[in-house]
């Protein structure tokens, strides 16, 4: 199978302190990973490593066939990485947000595109904002329409519905499925494990930097053993799993 990203071995450290040890996984077209794990965990330094803006310690990240390390820019052309606290230009605004990611990653019918993601982020008439005029959930909405504006293969997502309200957490998963349903991987780091488990088909759960269970949430539980394994929920199984009470091994 052609995987939209590959993971060998990716290790990260910050000075003695092993944030990620390991981690070896794929992701394919039109699949959501789930990457889950306890405060610290290493989530965020992985995504940041798999979006390039980390370099990592050691290990290979290949994505939609390019090297991240050896042909970063291609690698990250083909990416989009959507952090929880996203950074703007103060004196740009929202269409000019657009217009500058468009420039960046040579979109050519980025207003016709531009207008339908500010549609379907409701954003429909803050064209003008500054993005000291939007709101928390505001922000995180420019963040994902310019990050969807060149249309990634690879979608890295930290905690994507941070500040979201009840319609906007809809329409947020309803775009992410979408996503997926045309073909992109998607790889999603959340503590809201109802998300998860209604977005994602595999998870990764990792603690301490490692991972502890690789796998379909379905295929977790059958490796798990032990009372009402086969029922227990998803956060059921976390904790199990994420408090040492039984270590996995991740299949490949
Ligand atoms: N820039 C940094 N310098 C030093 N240590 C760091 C740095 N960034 C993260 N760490 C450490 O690496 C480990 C993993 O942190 P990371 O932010 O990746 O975890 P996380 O799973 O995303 O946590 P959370 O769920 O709390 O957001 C933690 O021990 C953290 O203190």
């Known amino acids: 199978m052609d995987f939209v990203l590959r993971v060998a071995n990716l290790e990260k ?5 092993k944030a990620v040890q390991g981690l070896s996984f794929a992701v394919a077209p039109g699949e959501v990973l789930g990457l889950v794990g306890p405060n610290g965990a290493g989530k965020t330094s992985t995504l940041r490593c798999l979006a390039g803006i980390l370099p990592p310690t050691s290990g290979r990240v290949v994505v939609a066939g390019y090297d991240l390390a050896k042909d970063s820019v291609e690698a990250k052309r083909e990416l989009a990485f959507l952090p929880d606290e996203p950074r703007f230009f103060d004196y740009l605004t929202v269409w000019e947000h657009l217009n500058f990611t468009a420039r960046l990653y040579n979109v050519e019918d980025w207003e016709a595109r531009g207008r339908a ?14 993005p000291s005029e939007l709101s928390r959930g505001m922000k995180q909405k420019l963040s994902i329409a310019c990050g969807f504006l060149h249309s990634p293969k690879l979608i890295l997502l930290d905690e994507p519905l941070t500040g979201l309200d ?8 309803d775009s992410l499925r979408r996503r997926a349903e045309e073909g992109a991987a998607l790889v999603l780091s959340s503590h809201l494990l109802p998300l998860v488990e209604e977005l994602c088909h595999r998870l990764l ?26 029922n227990a929920s998803l956060e059921d199984l976390f904790v199990r799993i994420t408090s040492g009470a039984r270590t996995e091994t991740p299949s490949p």
């Open 205 to 230: 759960v990792i603690a301490g930097g490692r991972a502890m269970a690789l796998g379909s949430l379905d295929a977790i539980r059958a490796r798990l053993s032990g009372p009402d394994a086969a």
């Open 166 to 173: 009840p319609i906007g957490i809809r329409r947020m998963k």
């Open 13 to 17: 450290s910050y000075g003695a302190l």
């Open 117 to 130: 993601l500010l549609e379907e982020m409701e954003l429909t008439g803050k064209e003008k904002a500054l």
